[in-house]
């Protein structure tokens, strides 16, 4: 079947405009993640879902960030007033479940660059 | 603090060696680590995954190892290929959490 897609691939903003990021996950998986990746840095946990509530939203860097997650199913992330440090890959994963051990699946990632 | 450290130096090794990669950790009691494997421009992909009370992992070439009392896991590709070069991952379920924390990564070069 369909893996997880994300949307756009790249994403080159101006300092100070809002971005939005798509991800739309594989068909009945309830657990959603968002992660970011900077150039030589692992990637940083930044917020979950199971359903469509966010239970941890600590890995969010600052308020600019936002995600929301709408029929259980498609996910967008929100940056407001994009800074140059939030230049990175951003990677949506879902998996079956939050119960822990399960594995992620992963979609391509968004690469944003804030010029 | 809590670390999860991986080899920042590419791992070289010729075509039909055995690679051995590792992952070790502090201050954490992972419930479950597992292995990811990530091309360049891609998403990472899950390889492994074992459970606290396991001590060996294997699936086709790959074995992964996990000692909770050194605080570490390896990861072996046996007969490696060119097509096993990427950089692999390693993550933790700490206990008591649904969500991965990730090791930042160790290139694997494998040369013909």
């Known amino acids: 079947g369909a893996g997880v897609s994300q949307s756009p691939s790249n994403k080159v903003t101006e300092k100070g405009k809002d971005v939005e990021l798509r991800c739309d996950p594989i068909s009945g998986h309830t657990a959603l993640y968002w992660y970011r990746q900077s150039l030589g840095q692992g990637l940083e946990f930044l917020i979950y879902?199971?359903?469509?509530?966010?239970?941890?939203k600590s890995g969010l860097p600052s308020d600019r960030f936002s995600a929301e997650r709408t029929g259980g199913s498609v996910s967008t992330l929100t940056i407001q007033r994009t800074q140059q440090e939030d230049s990175a890959v951003y990677l949506c994963a879902s998996s079956f479940s939050i119960v822990r051990g399960n594995e992620q699946y992963f979609g391509p990632g968004t690469r944003l660059t804030v010029t | 603090s809590q670390k999860i450290e991986q080899n920042s130096e590419a791992l070289n090794i010729q075509e039909g060696k055995t690679a051995t990669l590792t992952c070790n950790y502090t201050?954490?009691?992972?419930?479950?680590l597992q292995w990811y494997r990530q091309d360049p421009g891609r998403g990472p992909v899950f390889l492994l995954l074992i459970r606290e009370n396991e001590k060996e992992k294997r699936k086709e070439r790959l074995k992964v190892t996990f000692d909770t009392t050194l605080k570490q896991s390896l990861f072996h590709i046996t007969a490696s290929q060119p097509a096993d070069s990427a950089t692999y991952l390693c993550?933790?379920?700490?206990?008591?959490?649904?969500?991965?924390?990730f090791g930042k990564g160790t290139m694997l070069l494998v040369s013909p």
């Open positions: 993550a933790l379920n700490p206990r008591g959490y649904s969500t991965l924390t």
């Open positions: 879902f199971q359903g469509n509530s966010a239970p941890d």
């Open positions: 201050n954490y009691s992972p419930a479950y």
